[in-house]
């Protein structure tokens, strides 16, 4: 089967909100995750490629005899530099406790609130506006990609 005329991406646009929801997720504790992976997907079909959060099941594959199949990226390579510590909500309310005299409920999940917030700002400030590397970190082909990838980010 002949692969139909495709160009290499060169511009990814991606929801910064979507990126957010992705990392929540590739952070949880893997009890939480149910065998469950998130990607950032995109489909190579032209040079400007919409992006969109993917969750799969650990396991699933696409038919052998699809024509392109998406590329599955790490949405951490949408971030540059280093990724502060992703906030846990056991650690976060254990936290509170300490750094709080004698917090009531509401007190705790401020805090905890807060300590996301942190992280979300963190990321938002770390938005890149090229992919990262490593090129080849998905189990399907990215030879659709090219050398330097940009990124069009889009608030939803």
Known sequence: MEEPRTELIET????????IEALHFKNQPEALKDQT?????????TTVA???VDYQQKGNFYPPKMSIP???????RFTEGQEMEYPLRNSERDRAKKDLDN?????????????FDVWEDDVRRRLADKLQEPRHDSKHDCKYLADTVL???KDT
């Open 70 to 76: 998406p590329i599955h990226l790490d949405p951490a």
């Open 50 to 52: 919409e992006a969109s």
């Open 12 to 19: 990814i646009v991606l929801s910064v909100d979507d990126l």
């Open 37 to 45: 992976t998130v990607s950032i997907k995109i489909t190579p079909l």
């Open 103 to 115: 917090p009531s409920d509401e007190e705790i999940e401020e805090y905890i609130q807060t300590a």
């Open 151 to 153: 990124i069009e980010w």
